[in-house]
């Protein structure tokens, strides 16, 4: 079993070339067939976790060659199909397969085209997993890209009312962010040789060699040495904003985030699942894996920015909650206000605070699947998102009540539920930095708790109007039934995994910690080796 | 004299392909004349029988030692074979993607193909400022008239303004010419005594002779300034005939501009900073390319925008002044080629189904011409330069070149053009993705008649493959490419 990674990431695409051969009068196919991938995925993915070892190292990688070519004066390029697992991807990817299964069950009643959006879903899956498991830099790039077509049409297609304009803003704040990355990829790749090629300069897109800092060609643009400036920073420096506003964009963080509360209230309901869930990671998951480990001078230098973008976002995204008036509108602004917590995890650069982002990342997955999914079963039943147009839902349904508690108290934070441990993890980096590595000021961390409390403020309030008081509906609907088995099949999973999160988060930090310790002490070394 | 012929008969045998086509020439008018049933059908193979010969021949003879023929006047190497290829193979897909012609005129249509072709194989392999000028005449002259074969008002009036905007283009670079002629006293361009005798020379007639040239070579690849005639050309020419001479042309131009740059920057000793003055040319053209791209509603039209743009990349291999930019550049011209004619030949597909298009009509379409759509949307994501597609890589290549040529010059023009160039790939995305956005997100109004095109769906299949394999593994084609050493 030396290849599960590519199974794993190209069994969707395989499924995807199939299902385009399979004509689209087979309506029902599809959904089997792509449930069917989930299914296939979750088995391989309990084969690889068998085979997992909890240490911080790269594992289960497979390499293959992929462009080669002398560059005459410069060398060879080398990329590779280089794909593994570290305490970083793992848990990504595990969340990656779980949600997107709970996606194809969500996607059970599209009617439209059924066929296009399941091929659009398969290669969606594919692309995320694959940029989750890349470790060269400029096959993450390509796996990240190949995302966005998929998602535009996702949207584009199947979305709400105004779902053109949003899915056409995605799409361009998506590759704005994406080609600031591709600027620090290209300059990067010119920067880097491979160490274990001493016959000839090798430029490498290998993350690993990358991170290193001393295979960095000495007198190229990005050495430490190098004394040019542009402007008032160095091209290192440089290349850490970039990197920094290109993830930014995707986490999203203000005040780069106006592109998602349209894409999220337009989406239909499994891609908000989707975008929330994953696609948003990837904006912490760049951070980590490339901006931090490759800059780590610039990282040090701008944490303070990245802790005050991460708790502008908090307190920003909160207020914005905390003023919606659209149930999915509330809930992306949310989304910005914990991920903003993400952020002040990993500018404190403590081993707390970079655990305690990882979590947060986990845990965020699972409940804002199950926000959105709490959102669509309301939306599916009326067509209407709007807050104020209801009252005394609890007393008509009465389990989708219990879920939306169990999804609200988990999003704030309530002890007991997986959101609490990430962001307690967060809070202890935060405070601590001040004291041990000095990056981030202790007012941020203070700021960043009221955010807990507007949290706290916009769910109880919403739950105040919605679900308690005399029972009344604004708009014209038939019946309002209680979940049937397809949402409980959606719901359960997810609410009890935010249960098993939250009180025993150990299985978890057991992939997550080795990598954290890692990640802080490899950061201050290369640090120190770059400015010494 | 006994030398002298020998020479000559050496020469001619290197020049077979173009000899080929010449009498591939003839014949179609003698064919023309005779044969009266079924006429389109048998030009059609026979074109496509030279093109496909003369490619055969010119692989038969690589990688060939460069040799120099007719007395200095061609050099035929591997550069110049290389895109005698990218020419022949557009000719190809020019001619499949062209139906039968108005009132008989086959003969004359194909007849053209042939000059332009030829013209192009000459002046790839062009050394010598009169070599240069009479078969870009050739390719010019011929190109009017192929942009007139929609025998209608508009079409006349696109043919003529091209023919205006062409011919003083054309007198630009004849008198920058002969002022080059001049002070170096040779038109043998390759010549150490060009080199020579510029390399003394600190008159600002140089640059001002350096320019005009410059300006007939890129009139011919749609750079900005000389771009004005594009759109209205594009717009008004019969579509499988835009698709060609949206490739062939300016390829040409391409090939003699990195011949004629690198003999006037005179190895890096001009007095004139000529990487800047093109890196500024590419600069504008993919601005303003993608800029005035954005308002079009005509598919045409917009397409003659992106091609400016798209000249800009190619540029910028030139603007590197080394044999890596050059080479990214050859990947890219191949690249470009397969792109552009994917997206032609479905809106060829398009508007043989339903007529001439504005980009609002292609509303619903999706649906009932799925393969053209999709083509469409390959075609156009490998122009804005996405993954998974050839562009990407191209793109990634070429740019990669740029800011080594950065790293080397720091030359502060050539960091913006890789910023200005990169950011614009988002600008482009906005109106690349606006036939797509109509073809598949706009509800369709009425039920469409379904007319499938066989030839056209193979040929969207083949050139879609063509990319994705490109992006996959460009290492054979780019293996292929590195072994083109650049003399001038």
């Known amino acids: 079993m030396q290849h599960l990674l590519s199974y794993l990431i190209f069994t969707p695409l395989f499924a995807a070339v199939v299902a385009l051969l399979i ?71 595990a969340l990656s397969v779980g949600i997107m299964t709970i996606a194809v069950v969500s996607s059970w009643t599209i009617e439209k085209s059924q066929k296009g959006y399941f091929i659009l879903l398969l290669i969606l899956n594919g692309a995320i997993i694959g940029s989750f498991c890349a470790f060269d830099f400029l096959l993450f790039y390509v796996f990240f890209e190949f995302m966005l077509l998929p998602m535009y049409f996702l949207i584009g297609i199947w979305g709400g009312p105004r779902r053109e304009y949003a899915s056409i803003k995605f799409f361009l704040y998506t590759l704005l962010g994406s080609i600031l990355i591709l600027i620090v990829i290209i300059g990067l790749y010119l920067s880097v040789q491979d160490p274990t ?22 007198g190229s643009i990005f050495s430490a040495d190098s004394t040019d400036l542009l402007g008032p920073y160095s091209f290192r420096l440089w290349a850490f904003l970039l990197l920094f506003i290109g993830f930014a964009i995707k986490l999203p963080a203000v005040p780069v985030h106006t592109w998602l509360p349209d894409a999220h209230v337009e989406a239909p309901t499994p891609i908000s699942v989707v975008l929330a869930a994953l696609l948003l990671k990837f904006g912490g998951y760049g951070l980590l894996r490339f901006a931090y480990p490759i800059f780590p001078d610039g990282a040090i230098y701008f944490s303070w920015l990245v802790g005050f973008v991460g708790v502008v976002s908090i307190i920003y995204g909160a207020l914005n909650a905390l003023s919606s008036k659209d149930l999915k509108r509330l809930i992306a602004y949310s989304s910005v206000s914990h991920m903003g917590f993400v952020l002040l995890g990993i500018a404190s650069a403590t081993v ?43 007393s008509k349904m009465k389990v989708y009540t219990g879920f939306v508690l169990i999804a609200f108290f988990a999003s704030l934070g309530l002890p007991g539920f997986a959101g609490f441990i990430g962001e307690v993890m967060i809070f202890f980096g935060a405070f601590l930095s001040q004291q041990t590595n000095g990056l981030i000021p202790i007012w941020m961390a203070i700021t960043a708790t009221f955010g807990l409390l507007l949290g706290a403020g916009y769910y109880l309030w919403t739950i105040q109007r919605m679900f308690y008081g005399p029972f009344s509906v604004k708009v014209p609907v038939a019946e309002l039934n209680d979940l049937d088995s397809r949402e409980y099949v959606m719901l359960l999973p997810l609410a009890l995994a935010t249960l098993f999160f939250g009180i025993l988060p150990q299985p978890l930090l057991n992939y997550i910690n080795p990598f954290a310790q890692e990640f802080v002490e490899t950061l201050f070394r290369s640090a120190s080796f770059i400015n010494p | ?87 022949l193979v557009g000719g190809i897909l020019g001619v499949w993607i062209s139906g039968p012609q108005k009132d008989n005129s086959s003969p004359e249509y194909f007849l053209l193909f042939h000059a332009v072709i030829l013209g192009g194989c000459l002046l790839a392999s062009s050394m010598n400022f009169i070599m240069v000028v009479l078969s870009l005449e050739l390719i010019s002259l011929s190109s009017y008239l192929l942009a007139g074969f929609g025998f209608d008002k508009k079409s006349a009036e696109g043919s003529l303004k091209y023919f205006l905007f062409g011919t003083v283009a054309t007198a630009c670079m004849i008198y920058g010419l002969s002022l080059l002629y001049g002070f170096a006293g040779t038109l043998d361009f390759s010549s150490d005594l060009f080199v020579k005798n510029l390399i003394a020379l600190s008159s600002p007639l140089l640059l001002i002779g350096g320019l005009l040239t410059l300006a007939g070579f890129l009139f011919k690849i749609t750079a900005v300034p000389f771009h004005l ?24 131009g391409i090939a003699v501009l990195t011949r004629f740059t690198m003999a006037i920057n005179l190895f890096g000793q001009s007095g004139y900073h000529w990487q800047v003055i093109l890196a500024a040319i590419a600069m504008i053209s993919i601005l303003i390319g993608n800029l005035s791209a954005i308002s079009q509603t005509n598919p045409k039209r917009m397409l003659a925008y992106s091609s400016v743009a798209q000249s800009g990349f190619l540029l910028i291999g030139i603007v590197t002044f080394s044999l890596d930019g050059i080479h990214f550049m050859l990947f890219y011209s191949a690249v470009f080629l397969v792109m552009n004619f994917l997206v032609f030949n479905a809106l060829n597909q398009f ?54 040529a950065w790293q080397q010059s720091g030359e502060l023009i050539l960091l913006s053009l890789f910023v200005i160039g990169l950011l614009n790939t988002v600008v482009s995305l906005f109106f690349y993705l606006k036939i797509p956005y109509y073809l598949f997100m706009k509800e369709k109004k009425e039920i469409d008649s379904i007319k499938i095109d066989a030839p056209g769906n193979l040929l969207s299949l083949i050139l879609v493959i063509v990319l994705f394999y490109l992006f996959i593994s460009p290492n054979g084609l780019m293996g292929w490419i590195n072994k083109i050493i650049f003399v001038l």
């Open chain 1, 23 to 93: 004509p689209a009068r087979q309506k029902k196919t599809f959904r089997v067939l792509t449930l069917l991938v989930s299914l296939i995925q979750i088995v391989i993915m309990t084969v690889i976790a068998g085979q997992y070892e909890h240490h911080a190292g790269v594992q289960i990688a497979e390499r293959l060659p992929w462009i080669t070519m002398e560059l005459g004066q410069w060398g060879a390029l080398q990329a590779e199909y280089f794909v593994a697992l570290d305490g970083l991807s793992f848990p990504m990817v």
């Open chain 1, 197 to 218: 090629n001493s016959e000839e300069l090798v430029h490498t897109f290998n993350v690993l060699h990358m991170q290193n800092p001393e295979n960095i060609i000495p």
């Open chain 1, 352 to 394: 707390e605070g970079i655990a305690g982002a990882m979590y947060q990342m986990f845990s965020h997955g699972i409940i804002s699947a199950m926000l959105f999914l709490v959102a669509g079963v309301l939306y599916d039943r009326t067509y209407d998102r709007l807050i104020a147009n209801y009252s005394g839902l609890a």
């Open chain 2, 1 to 87: 004299m006994n030398d002298q012929l020998q020479h000559i008969f050496q020469s001619v045998s290197l020049l077979i392909p173009e000899v080929i086509i010449t009498i591939s020439l003839l014949i179609t008018i003698l064919l023309g004349l005779t044969v009266k049933a079924n006429k389109h059908v048998i030009l059609k193979l026979l074109a496509l029988i030279t093109y496909g010969t003369s490619i055969f021949i010119i692989i038969q003879h690589l990688p060939g030692e460069p040799t120099v023929i007719f007395g200095g006047m061609m050099r035929i190497d591997a550069f110049s074979s290389y895109f005698k290829i990218l020419f």
């Open chain 2, 229 to 252: 005639w594009a759109p209205d050309v594009y717009e008004s020419a019969p579509t499988p005939v835009v698709a060609f001479i949206s490739v062939v042309p300016k390829l040409a």
């Open chain 2, 351 to 404: 508007e043989e189904a339903r007529g001439q298009l504005d980009i609002p009509s292609f509303a619903g379409l999706g649906a009932g011409l799925l393969v053209p759509s999709l083509a469409m949307l390959v075609g156009f994501v490998s122009l804005t330069g996405l993954p998974p597609t050839a562009g990407f890589t191209a793109k990634l290549f070429i740019f990669g070149s740029l800011w080594g």
